[in-house]
């Protein structure tokens, strides 16, 4: 119903900022609820952020919380993802996520609640 394509991430220094996009088609943006998700090697699939259909509500894991911020410009079908000072547990690789949803609670947080999958887009943070 929708396609999803991350973009931005690649080998980083510990301490630099990094962006990252999730571009939308072939769906209607504004129907969906979109978030970020991570896996790091060896590790389970994990939330990082969820963003509200209009984008005035956002929801933060507490690992990222008050360092990440998620936006989205649905004139322009994309959500982002971006912080100032990004970290060695950082690395992971991202994955772009949405779902269609009348409402906004916790369950956002889950990865089951989402049936729409980008393929992903790996950060490396060098220390």
């Known amino acids: 119903q929708v396609n999803l394509l991350e973009s931005g991430g690649g080998l980083v220094q510990a301490g630099d900022s990094l962006r990252l996009s999730c571009a939308a088609s072939?769906?209607?943006?504004?129907?969906?609820?979109m978030a970020w998700f991570r896996q790091a090697p060896g590790k389970e699939r994990e939330f990082v952020a969820a963003?509200?259909?209009?984008?005035?509500?956002?929801y933060y894991a507490d690992s990222v919380k008050g360092r990440f911020i998620i936006s989205r410009d649905n004139a322009q079908n994309t959500m982002f993802l971006q912080t100032n000072k990004v970290l060695p547990g950082d690395t992971a690789d991202y994955f772009c996520?949405?779902?269609?949803?009348?409402?906004?609670?916790?369950?956002?947080?889950?990865?089951?609640?989402?049936?729409?999958w980008g393929q992903g887009t790996q950060v490396t943070v060098s220390s």
């Open positions: 963003v509200s259909r209009r984008g005035g509500t956002t």
């Open positions: 996520a949405a779902q269609q949803t009348s409402t906004y609670d916790t369950s956002m947080a889950q990865a089951s609640q989402y049936p729409y």
């Open positions: 072939g769906g209607t943006f504004t129907l969906y609820l």
